[in-house]
């Protein structure tokens, strides 16, 4: 874990100290040993790579595209985000544990030693009551306290959402999840968002909440324009400043962002999802209607252009809207081969921060991991792709 926290520090840390104070202090010694030391440290200074003797210039990671619709503030938190992961398939899925991982406390130490954001993908609505109050469940909430408290102690952002509320757009639910009267299903979003909203209210201005994963199905266009704005006024209610995501409808697409009607609000980020190209990125994924077959590489020029139109479009759309942006999800599944998902992560990872959008990939230990936990440590081409 040490050398990673070194490799991801600033290049100008990776250098090392100037030589000049130790050039000073041979002035004292005798010629002979002045030749030895000197001949050593050209012998060591030798024997570094290139890229270590003369690190690479640091690629900018440009300023959000606009902030004219929200707060300085909220324009400052949209500048910082920088680079950020999911901690995925853990607190989300129906139980913790269900889906193969669980939200280790070394994990935290991971991420946090080299991202800056953390984004904790939430599965709040099977983890409350089944009627319009939704009462939240003390366990669990405790749980996403440990989680929020122990990573917000690290200084970094912390995100968490609302994932896989999937009765609300009107998916078929996962196992162990559990249906509710659909006259409240609205209504208990809101009473959700209430209560974590009250809960946190006291936390640090690094806490930042997303109000849904994914919008898509019944919930595309007006409905959520509706639903968010009722969302957003529960939050407002005891955090009347703190930063919030939302995004599009069409699971968070850049194409839906022209039917996005924000709330009346200046503290606010609009949060992107983009996983193109799909066939390459969802190779092998089971849990598509139609799954993909493995053996697509990536990233040809009609792939790559993919990725730009998309990422563009959302520059554009908030150059003109004025709200900042966060790319909260992008990732390639493990059954890509390896080569092609970093070539896949290092281009949108680029094209993203050259167009001043932070982002967080998806995800850290699981399916699309950056991480094994089998193998304790790093999957490195994409460890790589992501903050070398
Ligand atoms: C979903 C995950 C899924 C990922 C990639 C996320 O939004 O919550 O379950 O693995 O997208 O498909």
């Known amino acids: 874990m040490a050398a990673f926290r070194v490799l991801a520090a600033p290049a100008s840390l ?6 000049t104070p130790r050039l000073a202090t041979l002035t004292r010694m005798s010629t002979a040993l002045k030749t030895r030391i000197l001949a050593a440290a050209l012998s060591l200074l030798a024997a570094l790579p290139l890229a270590q003797a003369q690190p690479a210039p640091a690629r900018p990671f440009a300023p959000p595209p ?64 089944a009627t319009a109050d939704a009462k939240l469940d003390e366990t669990f909430a405790g749980r996403v306290d440990q989680v929020v ?16 509320y999937n009765q609300l757009s009107g998916d078929t639910l996962h196992p162990n999840e559990s249906p509710v009267d659909a006259a409240v299903m609205e209504q208990r979003l809101v009473s959700m968002w209430r209560q974590i909203a009250l809960r946190y209210r006291d936390r640090s201005p690094k806490l930042l909440f997303e109000l849904l994963n994914e919008p898509h199905g019944r919930l595309n266009g007006e409905p959520w324009n509706r639903l968010a ?41 609009v949060s992107i999802h983009n996983y193109d190209p799909f066939n390459f990125t969802h190779q092998g994924v089971d849990y598509l209607a139609k799954p993909f077959p493995t053996g697509t590489p990536c990233c040809d020029a009609t792939q790559r252009q993919a990725i730009v139109t998309a990422l563009e479009t959302a520059r554009q759309w908030s150059v003109a809207n004025g709200y ?32 001043g959008i932070p982002w967080a990939y998806w995800e850290f230990a699981s399916t699309f991991g950056a991480y094994s936990p089998k193998k304790g440590g790093w999957v490195e081409p994409i460890r790589r792709a992501l903050l070398d």
């Open 149 to 164: 408290d122990a990573l917000l102690a690290k200084g970094v952002y912390v995100i968490i959402d609302m994932h896989h």
């Open 324 to 355: 900042p942006l966060f790319l909260g999800e992008f990732g390639a599944y493990e059954a890509a081969d390896l080569k092609s998902r970093e070539t896949y992560t290092r281009i949108v990872r680029d094209e993203a921060e050259r167009r």
């Open 229 to 269: 704005a009722q969302a957003l006024a529960a939050v407002r209610a005891s955090n009347p400043t703190r930063t919030v995501l939302i995004g599009p409808g069409e699971w968070n697409g850049v194409g839906e962002l022209a039917r996005l009607k924000l709330p009346p609000d200046r503290n606010l980020i």
């Open 66 to 129: 606009a902030c004219h619709a929200v707060t300085p503030p909220t324009c400052a938190v949209a500048g910082a985000l920088g680079r950020g992961i999911n901690l995925g398939n853990m607190l989300e899925a129906p139980r913790e544990g269900d889906w193969g991982v669980r939200l280790e406390p070394a994990y935290i130490d991971q991420v946090a030693g080299v991202f800056s954001t953390v984004r904790v993908p939430v599965r709040w609505s099977n983890h409350a009551a």
């Open 14 to 19: 990776r250098r090392g100290p100037s030589p």
